[in-house]
């Protein structure tokens, strides 16, 4: 099939304030999306200095200045504590993802074995019975509800990438009530702008807001949710080993050191909601980018074709699905998951041009790297060939960074590229996914890049 060139589909992008907000229109936009906060030079200059509430925050877009605060002098900027205020409290402070110096080398050095390239590789059959699951679930709303009835793409995706992780995490057990455990997650992430502006204001924690007291219950029960189920594990050890089993049976390398029960607890919640939101919402925009992209979802459909067949993506067709790897990760460029990375300096230090007093917050907003004016051609514009080998050669390391960088990366990285390459590619094969007119979805900073209200799409079969 000949399709007739068109139009790279550019999205409705947010209109960013030419200057800094101020005072309490910053605190009311930062309350409801963040993002809106961003000021246009976010995405022109190489470095920005702000001020928040008062206090000086360098903002960091140069590549090179990038791979100096995450990669070559990552421990002179550690975490920044608005990591532990916000997220923290979500997943605990106890975790891979929050733990600062020693305690996060070894978690790191004792959690890795797991995570490697052939290891994941191993779980690929799992996300393609997610994937199927998922397709069925469509296919019956569609016949429930009706051809042309708009169904939100960011709710069934959650649902899907939840699948896998409990299958993968958890060898299909837990017990789980996913609708629950996801809408408390939610409930917590809706507070986040309120736990930022009090973070920025270095208001103390007792100060009540908006869904507080909800978003608190519903963490209580997450956590121990997961502690039920490390108890469990504990007990009855899995008969083919998953993920949850690797990390109870780790241990440091250099000290033989292995994971407390809470330790296990906040690391396997972390691994639940980061593991099945960020790539949930990579495979809700690329869904919905490649819906407007006619070329694009053509030449995924012949990839596949060439590739698979009719067979299901397995492994070896995951690893050769080359264009479909760079729609996600076009998608995953103009949505990153994770928006922005907070870092503070430790110490006083130069940082290019810039003098850095200890103390200093220092951000890298992934989202304003990955759609400024000196990185990208066109850069609101969706354009999965700017992910070719050609194209991505010279490409600084810090102007593409979904997974973060250095040895912050995060750890499943390798694990949500699969992934996202394997459902993709099943569920588009089988559907045909299309944007509602109209609806112009509108990206909002909820510790994540959730599509505000949801995406709705319609979806038929093939």
């Known amino acids: 099939m000949t399709l007739v060139e068109t139009p790279r589909f550019t999205p409705h992008a947010i209109d960013h304030p030419s200057e800094p907000l101020k005072a309490l229109k910053f605190l009311r936009t930062l309350v409801r999306n963040p993002l809106e906060t961003w000021p246009r030079a976010l995405f022109e200059e190489p470095v920005l ?53 020693a305690d996060w080398r070894w978690q790191r050095r004792a959690s890795s074995p797991p995570f490697r390239h052939e290891k994941i590789l191993g779980f690929v ?23 042309g009835t708009p169904i939100d793409m960011a709710e069934a995706m959650m649902a899907t990438t939840f699948d896998v992780i ?14 629950r455990f996801g809408a408390e997650i939610t409930h917590y992430f809706d507070t986040i702008g309120w736990v930022a502006a009090l973070a920025v204001l270095r208001l103390p924690r007792w100060i009540p807001y908006p869904g507080k007291r909800r978003a608190r219950a519903g963490n209580r029960f997450l956590k121990a949710e997961m502690a039920r189920v490390v108890a469990e594990r504990r007990a009855h050890p899995s008969v083919t080993p998953d993920l949850l089993d690797f990390m109870i049976q780790a241990s440091d390398p250099e000290t033989g050191r292995a994971m407390t029960d809470a330790e296990l607890a906040d690391n396997l919640l972390t691994f639940v909601v980061a593991g099945h939101e960020t790539t949930a919402l990579a495979l809700t925009w690329a869904l919905w980018l490649t819906a407007n992209s006619p070329s694009v979802e053509q030449r995924v459909l012949d990839e596949i074709s060439s590739v698979a067949g009719e067979a299901p993506v397995d492994a070896a067709a995951a690893d050769r699905l080359v264009y479909t790897k760079q729609v ?41 790297i990955h759609r400024h004016a000196a990185l990208w051609t066109n850069p609101d514009s969706f354009d999965p060939d700017r992910f070719s080998a050609e194209a991505s050669k010279g490409r600084p390391r810090g102007a593409y960074l979904p997974f973060g960088a250095g040895p912050r990366i995060c750890i499943g990285a390798s694990f949500a590229q699969i992934e996202a390459v394997v459902i993709f590619a099943t569920m588009l094969r089988k559907l045909k996914f299309a ?23 319609t979806v038929a079969r093939r």
């Open 49 to 101: 200095r702000l001020a928040m509430a008062g206090r000086p925050v360098l903002f960091v877009m140069d590549p090179a200045l990038v791979e100096d605060v995450l990669v070559a002098r990552a421990a002179i900027f550690p975490k920044a504590p608005i990591i532990q205020r916000t997220i923290g409290a979500a997943v605990g402070t106890k975790s891979i993802f929050t733990a600062e110096g």
């Open 125 to 147: 059959p799992a996300m393609t019975a997610a994937a199927d699951a998922a397709v069925a679930r469509l296919e019956g709303q569609i016949a429930g509800a009706g051809a």
């Open 166 to 179: 409990v299958e993968t995490m958890l060898s299909g057990k837990g017990g789980f009530d996913i609708e």
């Open 328 to 368: 996600i990760q076009e998608a995953m460029r103009l949505y990153p998951p994770a928006p922005l990375i907070p870092r503070v300096a430790s110490e006083d230090t130069v940082l290019g041009t810039e003098t850095v007093k200890a103390r200093t917050p220092v951000y890298v907003p992934v989202y304003a």
């Open 435 to 457: 944007s509602v007119p109209g609806h112009r979805p509108k990206p909002n900073t909820r510790l994540t890049l959730r599509p505000e209200g949801g995406l709705p799409m």
